[in-house]
């Protein structure tokens, strides 16, 4: 799920859709089962429409369910999802910097720096194709060692930010390199923090769930 703040003509709740009535200070967060809000959503899409006001508090989102609804909002109406939403404790560790905290036009700045960067280091390139096709072979590889035997689907994680590790700097770790299962254990709970409707507060967005 992605949260983006409203642009100007989405922030007046007169021009807001309808949803469903919020209580005082809590909002609509009673409807949300915080393990599976994906399940809450749903459910909710089905009584009030793929397009619909939630209350997260003191906080307004617009929800977006459905393929054809999420791609018209991105495709067509790309200058009202550029920013991303302030989240207070980012906004504390990261000061509004970097790509995936910044708004407005300082995150195009840094977007536009991050592309050349990346394309520098061989984005786009066939010697990045080979570096992709590389930690496939270790993923499959990795996949085979369970024989069949169920596993998690977090193992997946590992290969495209081992693609990254590789790229920024210059080497890959092991799929059970403590330190590496150690990054991906804490990326996977700043993932979950990210997707907790108590850090978005008193900042008006829009949450997409596809």
Known sequence: MGTFPQQADLKSSFKLPPGPTPLP????????????????????????????????GFQKVVVLTGYDVVRDA???????????????????????NGVFFSTGELWRTIRRFTVSSMRNLGMGKKALEEQVTEELRFLV????????????????????SNITFALLFGERFDYQDPLFLT???????????????????SKCSLCVWD
Do not use: W
Request: charged share 20%; proline share 6%.
């Open 25 to 56: 200070i809590i909002g609509n967060l009673h409807l949300l089962d915080i393990k599976r809000q994906d399940k809450s959503l749903l459910k909710l899409a089905r009584k009030y429409g793929p397009i619909f006001t939630l209350h997260f």
């Open 74 to 96: 991105l495709v067509n109406f790309t200058d009202e999802f550029v920013d991303r939403p302030q989240i207070p404790i980012f906004e504390q560790i990261q000061h509004g």
């Open 141 to 160: 590889e990795n996949i085979k060692s369970f024989k069949g035997d169920p596993f998690s689907l977090r193992t997946f994680n590992a290969a495209p």
């Open 183 to 201: 990054l991906l254990k804490l990326i996977d709970e700043v993932m979950c923090l990210l997707g907790s409707p108590s850090l978005h507060v």
